[in-house]
């Protein structure tokens, strides 16, 4: 199959903010995730530098930044968007169909093209210059549009999956508040207990930088290496040696979970024997034996509850910080430890579909992903 320039299916737009009155909504790369997106109000003088890109309906818009996959087309609910210099913004050419563009910037035939071009010092992104360079197959209109009802279809399949694995999540939501109540009323009239009632051990990570080495064996996380439950190490995360680990660890043990504290407030884990340095945007406490369940408090403090607990206590107008002390003091509904346990039990048996269901879900977006680069390359 030809490949051709993505001049030929794109055009760079670099329609720039002018002057406005009252409030408009912005987006920043971090606003998009996958198809959701979260927008923040501003006006012109409030709104930051680069705040200064228009979008318009079927343009695309896509992030710069190497090993981001961020890209959205425009549509009637998102077309008056200020969003940040931080993304590509494209227009559609005569002969291409948006859709198939859509499918085309998210999949890893474009996305390692970018990566390659990508360029900078600290944080390396593909310019203007370099996007030219992209190459993209030469496929009728006609093909585009069918290759588009395959790809959409096998999508929504993935989607489906990832909608069911949600729902289980708000099941278990839903059990949380059936046995315990909202915490925030605590209408079953629990006793109440700190923090600090049921850990033994309560830190902060390290305050300052350890040396990094390519070749370590152990990683210096922080709070956005935090994920539904566990500590992801991201291919940007940075490595220690064993020296510099015995100079900085923590006493963390099986009983150990950290939690988000500067930043994005609320991100929670379990530690699990990790060869981890801890920073200082996580705080780290070890649960007393036999008077909490650890699976119980962890969903205490990934609920609401906890979140707005954590923003009230913060300091900080731009980036949250919540102290040691705020911490310790967090009130936590205390229910019998046998009910604590036995939602521990309901939570593990969910726990074990949903490994299943993100296996499926994992397999099935594999799959999607091979088909999508195999039409790409030419393959099919």
């Known amino acids: 199959m030809k490949l ?28 998009l995730v996958g198809s959701k997106i979260k927008t923040t109000k501003v006006t012109y003088k409030t709104k930051p530098s680069r705040a200064d890109l228009l979008v318009s309906i079927n343009q695309l818009i896509v992030a710069r930044m190497k090993g981001t996959n961020k890209v959205l087309l425009v549509d009637k609910n998102n077309c008056d968007l200020i969003v940040s210099t931080g993304f590509l913004v494209l227009e559609v050419q005569t002969g291409w169909d948006p859709g198939f563009l859509y499918h085309f910037f998210v999949s890893s035939f474009f996305q390692n093209q970018k990566n390659k071009y990508s360029i900078g010092a600290t944080q390396k992104a593909i310019n203007n210059n370099k996007f030219k360079n992209i190459l993209i197959p030469a496929i009728t209109l006609e093909d585009q549009k069918r290759i588009v009802k395959i790809f959409d279809k096998a999508d929504s399949l993935c989607k489906k999956r990832k909608q069911s694995i949600e729902l289980l999540d708000d099941y278990l939501k839903s059990v949380f508040f059936k046995m315990f109540g909202d915490p925030v009323n605590n209408e079953k009239d629990w006793e109440i207990k700190t923090l600090k009632n049921v850990t033994t051990k309560l830190g902060d990570g390290l305050h300052g930088t350890p040396k990094f080495s390519d070749t370590g064996d152990y990683y210096f996380v922080n709070g956005n290496n935090l994920e539904n439950g566990k500590i992801l190490i991201k291919d940007s995360t940075k490595r220690v040696t064993y020296e510099e680990y015995k100079k900085y660890q923590k006493p963390l ?3 150990s ?7 994005t407030l609320g991100r929670v884990a379990f530690y699990n024997n990790e060869k981890i340095i801890l920073g200082k ?31 009230k206590n913060s300091t900080g107008s731009t980036i949250k910080n919540v102290s ?8 936590i509904i205390y229910p019998p430890i046998d009910l604590q346990d036995m939602f521990g039990n309901v939570v593990a048996k969910i726990e074990k579909v949903k490994v299943l269901m993100i296996s499926q879900s994992e397999e099935l977006e594999t799959q999607f992903q091979a088909l999508i680069y195999k039409v790409f390359k030419g393959d099919l």
């Open 253 to 255: 043990n099986e009983t």
């Open 257 to 263: 979970i950290l939690v988000s504290i500067n930043g």
């Open 4 to 31: 051709v320039s993505i001049t030929n299916a794109v055009k760079i737009k670099n329609q720039r903010i002018k002057p406005f009155l009252g409030e408009r909504e912005y987006m920043a790369t971090g606003g």
């Open 324 to 331: 040691l002390k705020t911490m310790r003091e967090f009130p």
């Open 281 to 311: 945007s996580a705080c780290y406490f070890n649960i007393k034996k036999n008077e909490v369940n650890p699976i119980y408090l962890y969903n205490i403090l990934r609920s609401d509850f906890f979140l707005r607990y954590a923003d």
